[in-house]
Every structure is written in C-alpha cells, then in structure tokens.
C-alpha cells in the first residue's frame, strides 16, 4: 500500500471591494482559511457577488490586513479580473432583459 503523502490543500478565500469614488485601489474586506473560507465564498455566492479563483492570488491577497490596499504591483492582475466581472454582469443583464 503506497502512503499518499499529499498535504491537504486549505481552501483559502480573500475578498475585494472597491470604490472608485472613495478608493485609491480595490481593498481586503474579508480573508480567511479553511471553514472561515467557505463562509466567504458561500457569502459572496448568495449575495450574486462574482467568485473567481487563483490559489496564488488568493495566497498573496490574504498576507493583507482587512483594510489594507492591494499594492501597485497586483493592480494588473486585479484589473482584469475586474473587467472579466464587469463584462460577465453585462452578459447577465443582457440575458435579464431578454
């Protein structure tokens, strides 16, 4: 019998807000691991709120503190994540209005 020594992956989960009227660039509200990250992404599900995943992403953003900033040079990769949400609730609208 061959030992699977495979660590387990802890799901982590880190949520971003942005203002365009009041923030300098998209900020940590919500970060957490395991349970805490299930919370989150479940939240973000029944609130229609767009969930996209990126293990490294999401590892670099939740080294953050709630509040803080994403730093300059994260703001491409957020970016276009950004426009992909942007586009993605255009198409949702379209299929709304149809």
């Given at each position: 019998m061959a030992e699977n020594n495979e660590k387990k992956k802890i799901k982590t989960a880190v949520a971003l807000?942005?203002?365009?009227?009041?923030d300098g660039a998209p900020k940590v509200i919500a970060s957490g691991r395991g349970a805490l990250a299930e919370k989150i992404i479940e939240q973000a599900k029944d609130?229609?709120?767009?969930?996209?995943?990126?293990?490294?992403?999401?590892?670099?953003?939740?080294?953050?503190?709630?509040?803080?900033?994403?730093?300059?040079?994260?703001?491409?990769?957020?970016a276009e994540i950004l426009v992909f949400v942007d586009a993605m609730d255009k198409i949702k609208a379209k299929d709304k209005s149809r």
């Open positions: 807000g942005y203002d365009p009227n009041e609130n229609k709120s767009p969930v996209h995943e990126d293990d490294k992403l999401a590892d670099t953003l939740s080294r953050l503190e709630i509040g803080e900033m994403i730093p300059p040079e994260l703001y491409e990769v957020v």
